[in-house]
């Protein structure tokens, strides 16, 4: 592989540029749009990202040119083409466009979830994992067979860290809402019973979300933050576990911010101690929206000829990871990861 490919970031709160080639990230400058009170409002996020879109560009060739690379190293640009929230990822899209066209170099459209999963695979030693992928507004059990990453289990409703923020908002907690359930949730004296949906191999957190709020009546905040984290982790657990028989892999990697919750990881690596299985996670700064996740996928696809034209790089706010044929993992690459 190689290459140097800027990558941006913007699907929901994390402004975020990075330029990476094979070995290393380069530079990254990021600016996060914070509201003044409760979760996101898509319309001012999207003029954050206009605001700053220039100031994280700059800065992110600013610093690369303080490391001996100029502009014109750069092989292409790629961007979170989606999933994500529309008006973020169309504004994005337009600085990667006029980037892309100014330095007359390729353009990479990228799935912001898979970009979790391929930084994950970078910054571990994991090679071929059953991924759990937990964040605000994606919670999935993905893995790669056959060309493709397929979704083994997912939410049917929202993520488990909205879950999180909607609880948290109710209870009068700040935002975000999961770093504050699990400060609370270590001094619990008492586990109360709440929903456990597992649907198949799927999952629903919105239920759950609305029981916790309600056990708030008669119960202490720290017993339902408690409460409300054991079941539903046991419940992302259980379905990775599923995946992880069901494909007969045996390496576990862990993405997405909701990931940087120490509970979660230490459930998750019970499990996998018990199975066999490595368990593998990232360094914070790569568990989080990020930009050089987009730069590293972008440089794997534009490194297997996967480019788009200009004309052709509208954004996907629904852009599912199984929808991508992955042109970066050869044939026989693929036959060794899963012999």
Known sequence: MKGTVLGIEGTAWNLSAAIVNEKDVIAEVSDMYKPPTGGIHPREAAQHHAKYASYVVKGVLEEAKQKGLDASDIDAISFSQGPGLGACLRTVATAARMLAISLDVP??????????????????????????????????????????????GETLDIGLGNAFDKFARSAGLGHPGGPQIEQFARNASTYIPLPYVVKGMDLSFSGLSTAATAALKDNSMEDVCYSFQETAFAMV??????????????????????????????????????????????????????????????????????????????????????????????RDLEEGMQS
């Not at 990228?110 to 910054?123: F, M, Y």
Request: hydrophobic share 40%; proline share 4%.
């Open 237 to 330: 657990v259980e379905v990775t576990e599923r995946a992880l028989a069901h494909t007969g892999k045996n390496e576990v990697l862990l993405a997405g911010g909701v990931g940087a919750n120490m509970r979660l990881r230490e459930m998750l690596d019970i499990m996998c101690n018990e199975r066999g299985a490595n368990f593998y996670v990232p360094e914070k700064r790569f568990m989080g929206d990020n930009g050089a996740m987009i730069a590293y996928l972008g440089l794997l696809m534009y490194d297997s000829g996967n480019v788009i034209d200009v004309e052709n790089s509208h954004v996907n706010p629904n852009f599912r990871p199984d929808d991508v044929d992955v042109t970066w993992i050869p």
């Open 107 to 152: 353009l990479v459209g990228v799935n912001h979830c898979l970009a979790h999963v391929e930084v994950g695979r970078w910054k571990t030693p994991a090679t071929d994992p059953v991924t759990l992928y937990v964040s605000g507004a994606n919670s999935q059990v993905l893995a790669y067979r056959m060309g493709r990453y397929r979704v083994f």
